[in-house]
C-alpha cells in the first residue's frame, strides 16, 4: 500500500455503485433510475442558469430550495437541509449525529452504504437481522444504541414499514438519533415527515434522484427539528460551503413546484411495477411486496447471478448483491412498459434454454 496513505484510507472499503455502462443500447435496469425524464419546468429552469451569473458563487445555503421544501411539507425553512445528493446527507448525518460511544444499529441487509460511512468516521456498529421474511422488526431496536438507521421503504428488499409501527418506536427510542432514509417513499409507501414535530430525534432524508428524475443533479434532503438541522450545518459548513450549484437549486426548487408531473410520472411507476410483480410471477419467480421503483426476485430454479450474466448477454442490467440471504435474489429497477415487457420476453426465453442450476 502506498505510504503516504493515512491509516484511515488504508482501512476504508468504499462502497462500489451500480454500473454506468459506457456503451448504448442497453436497457439499464440496475441502479433505480427513473425511466422518465425530468418535468419540462426544470429543463426549462436549468436553462435559464446556463447564464452569465455562473461567474457568481451560489446561494450557500440555498434558502430557495430550502423553501420550496418546507412549503411542500408544510415544515419551516429551519426544518430543511439540503445537499449534495443524499448520499452527502447521509454522510453529514453519521458525523454528526450517529457517532457515538453506542453502537450505531441498522439492519443486516440494507443499503451498503451505511457500512460504509462507518469505517470512514469510525463508528462502532451492529447489524440486526431482518425477520426470515425480509422485514424490519423494530422491536429488535429496542436497546441501548448510539443511533439507528433504516431505509423505508428498505433496500434492497422493496419493503415498507407502516407509519405506525416507526410512530411506536419513536416513542420508545427517545435517547438517541433515528434517521429514517426514505428514498423510495414516493413510490407507495407512508413518509414519517409529519412526525418531526413531535420527535426531537427523528430525521428524514429524501433524494431527488429517484421519484424526481434527477439523479444526474444530485440533490438530496433532510427534514428534522432544527437543531437536527443545525448539526448538519455545522458539518455541511466545516466541510463545504456550496454543496449545491446554481443548476442543482433551480432545478429542484422546479421538481418540487411541478407537483402535476411528479404523481403523473410516480403512479405510471407503481402501475408497471405491479404488471411487472404478476408477469415475472407467471413466471415463476417469487417477487417481494415492493413499495419502490424496483423490485427483489429470486427463481426457485435458476442461480442469480447467472440470471443477471445471461439478461447482460441479451442487453439488459439487473443487479445483483454477493452477500449473504439475498444472493439468489435480483434487484430490477422498473423501467418503462417496454423495457419491462422486453425484460419479461428474455427471462421467458432464457428459462426456456438452459438447465435448472439450484434448488
Ligand atoms: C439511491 C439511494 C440513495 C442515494 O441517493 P442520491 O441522492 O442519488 O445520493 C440513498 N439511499 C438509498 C436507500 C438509495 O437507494
Redesign the pocket.
Known sequence: MNPYWSPVVRGLSPYVPGEQPKISGLIKLN??ENPYGPSPRVLSALAAEAAETLRLYPDPNSDRLREAVAGYYGLAPAQVFVG???????AHAFLALLNHDLPLLFPDI??S?YPVYCGLYQIDFRTIPLSADYQINLDDYCRPNGGVIF?NP???TGRALPLGEIERFLVRNTDSAVVI?E??VDFGAETAAGLIDRFPNLLI??????SRSL?GL???LALGHADLIEALDRVKNSFNSYPLDRFAISGAVAAFEDTDYFEKTRRRIMVTRDRLTANLQALGFIVLPSQCNFIFARHPGRDAAELARSLRQKSILVRHFRQERIDQFLRITVGTDDACARLVEVLKEILQGGEETTA
Open positions: 441502479t433505480n449534495n445528493g443524499s448520499d452527502e446527507v447521509l440494507s443499503y452504504f431505509a428498505n433496500a434492497p432514509d428514498a423510495y432524508i429524501q433524494t431527488l434522484s429517484k439523479a444530485r440533490v438530496g
